[in-house]
Each structure stands twice: as C-alpha cells, then as structure tokens.
C-alpha cells in the first residue's frame, strides 16, 4: 500500500507565500505523474498543478505565473511553492499520484489534504 501525506498549509496574508509538501511512502516503485487538486467549500476539485515523471509541469490558469510545482525522486515528495496567495486560493489542498508498485501495476492515490487559508 501507499500512503501520501500532504504538509505545510496554513493561515498566510494576501500576497505571502506557502510551500507545500506531499511525501510518499510504502510499496513504490516508481512515482509517475503527481497532481496538486485543491477544494474551497462549496466548489468542486479542481486541478491546480501537475508533473511528470519526466518533469515536465503544468499549472491551471488561474495559478500560473504565481505556483511552482517541483519534485525531489530522491526523497518521493512532491512539492508546490505558492508565491503572491490571494483570497481566493483559500482551500484545502490535496496531492494524487499515480504510483507504479514492484508489480508493476499504476494506481493512484490521495493524500489527506492540508488546510490553506489566505485572509488579513
């Protein structure tokens, strides 16, 4: 099994920053692509950022230019730097990855989220 663990949210002033982590653990054999969801309430998931195996990302367009997604294999975390935070980013934010086990067989996982609050 594989657990994901989502770190590193909080309550920031407009325009600060968060980085937040998402670390993987348990039958891995390789981590394929890693996504960063977020849900505000009342809203529906949506997607924020993702990387590749290969690295290569992609940011929705409501966060490009602001998020950085990156991601250190060594260690199986995935991490997403949020730089200029408005209001509106206010969510809980999940990390999904798709894992590739000794089997070789690709399942994907959610992490438990991690609470990001943007307010004065």
């Known amino acids: 099994q594989v657990q994901l663990v989502e770190s590193g949210g909080g309550l920031v002033q407009p325009g600060g920053s968060l980085r937040l982590s998402c670390a993987a653990s348990?039958?891995?054999?390789?981590?394929?692509?890693v996504d960063w969801y977020r849900q505000a309430p009342g809203e529906e998931r949506e997607l924020v950022a993702r990387i590749t195996s290969g690295g290569s990302t992609a940011y929705a367009d409501s966060v490009k230019g602001r998020f950085t997604i990156s991601r250190d294999a060594a260690k199986n975390t995935v991490y997403l730097q949020m730089n200029s935070l408005k209001p509106e980013d206010t969510a809980v934010y999940y990390c999904n990855a798709a894992v590739e086990n000794y089997y070789r067989t690709t399942q994907r996982f959610w992490g438990q989220g991690t609470q990001v609050t943007v307010s004065s």
């Open positions: 348990g039958s891995i054999f390789r981590i394929n692509a």
